[in-house]
Antibody, heavy 120, light 109 residues
Framework: EVQLVESGGGLVQPGRSLRVSCAASGFTFDDYGMHWVRQAPGKGLEWVSG????????GYADSVKGRFTISRDNAKNSLYLQMNSLRAEDTALYYC?????????????WGQGTLVTVSS | EIVLTQSPGTLSLSPGERATLSCRASQSVSSNYLAWYQQKPGQAPRLLIY???SRATGIPDRFSGSGSGTDFTLTISRLEPEDFAVYYCQQYGSSPKLTFGGGTKVEIK
């Protein structure tokens, strides 16, 4: 059974940093691209960042480019999102999502999310 | 960046009725790389449709997707009580820049 479990969320002050993680199991992690998708309270879905199976291809939404860094450790079946210079508008539930493979960047499995709140 | 506009924002229907949801793209979606998701309160999104018209594993056949280019539709042939939720479209034709639509809420009339 595929499982994606996010962790690391919490309350952080504006301008500070936070790293969220996603532990994956139930599939061959290094065969698939992985992504972060966020959802602000009461709002819609926003793709944040994605990384290919071998970290050779990485993309970011314009809203986070230059502030967030995605990475993965295939030996640990883990995905990470380092978030720097956090802003109030980054407050959201951050979901980890698995894609279907090369050229198929839609999401067949999602975690339950980790909540990041940016506030003083 | 491809902008996806979903309409209507809210659809008020009764169980057993047909639901038709629209997703319009600001430019043509390459290879009809469009997916649909369902999200219920307090839950993660669930993949329904990919490639504009292919149902994901385990999705009932009352859900169908159609369309091409810039206009796409999700149809629920007969609404079941568990189908009342928010639905999102997502394009992946301009990977790695992926975008979602703003969502359509299907509520009980």
């Amino acid at each position: 059974e595929v499982q994606l479990v996010e962790s690391g969320g919490g309350l952080v002050q504006p301008g500070r940093s936070l790293r969220v993680s996603c532990a994956a199991s139930g599939f061959t992690f290094d065969d698939y691209g992985m992504h972060w998708v966020r959802q602000a309270p009461g709002k819609g879905l926003e793709w944040v960042s994605g990384i290919s199976w071998n970290s050779g291809s990485i993309g970011y939404a314009d809203s986070v480019k230059g502030r967030f860094t995605i990475s993965r450790d295939n030996a640990k079946n883990s995905l990470y999102l380092q978030m720097n210079s956090l802003r109030a508008e980054d407050t959201a539930l951050y979901y980890c999502a698995k894609d279907r493979g090369v050229g198929t960047t839609y999401f067949d499995y999602w975690g339950q999310g980790t909540l990041v709140t940016v506030s003083s | 960046e491809i902008v996806l506009t979903q309409s209507p924002g809210t659809l008020s229907l009764s169980p057993g009725e047909r639901a038709t949801l629209s997703c319009r793209a600001s430019q043509s979606v390459s290879s009809n790389y469009l997916a649909w998701y369902q999200q219920k309160p307090g839950q993660a999104p669930r993949l329904l449709i990919y490639g504009a018209s292919s149902r994901a594993t385990g999705i009932p056949d009352r859900f169908s997707g159609s369309g091409s280019g810039t206009d796409f539709t999700l149809t629920i042939s007969r609404l079941e009580p568990e189908d009342f939720a928010v639905y999102y479209c997502q394009q992946y034709g301009s990977s790695p820049k992926l975008t979602f639509g703003g969502g359509t809420k299907v509520e009980i009339k």
